[in-house]
């Protein structure tokens, strides 16, 4: 059963997929490998950041996370970085904290859909 609904804005990722245009999907399939690769790395660095103490940088990490989930379409990960972004903003490591895992469970199923989608 496909939830790719669930998870992923199909608009967006209609969008993406005309990028190349003629039905080449190798631009769309380059994205969403980049965007698989760097968010995986992001949101370690952002539990390492939330580990350290650090809420500046963790801030900005979510910062970056909300945007480029937003740009290939994982809206659910993207509002949850927005969460984040703001929680760090007003200096609440503890509510920061407590959205991490939410926020992974998020991306892992994000990433799921996009890897199927490239099936």
Avoid: P, W
């Amino acid at each position: 059963m496909d939830h790719s609904e669930d998870v992923l804005d199909m608009n967006v990722i209609a969008a993406l997929r005309e990028l190349g245009g003629d039905g080449d999907e190798t631009l769309f399939h380059e994205l969403l490998d980049l965007y698989v690769d760097d968010s995986t790395k992001q949101l370690q660095r952002l539990a390492e950041s939330l580990e350290q103490g650090d809420l500046r940088v963790a801030e900005r990490i979510a910062h970056t996370l909300k945007s480029s989930s937003a740009h290939l379409g994982a809206s659910a990960v993207s509002k949850l970085c927005l969460e984040m972004e703001q929680h760090g903003r007003e200096q609440r490591a503890m509510e920061m904290r407590a959205l991490l895992d939410v926020a992974r469970e998020a991306h892992r199923r994000a990433v799921a859909a996009l890897v199927a989608l490239r099936q």
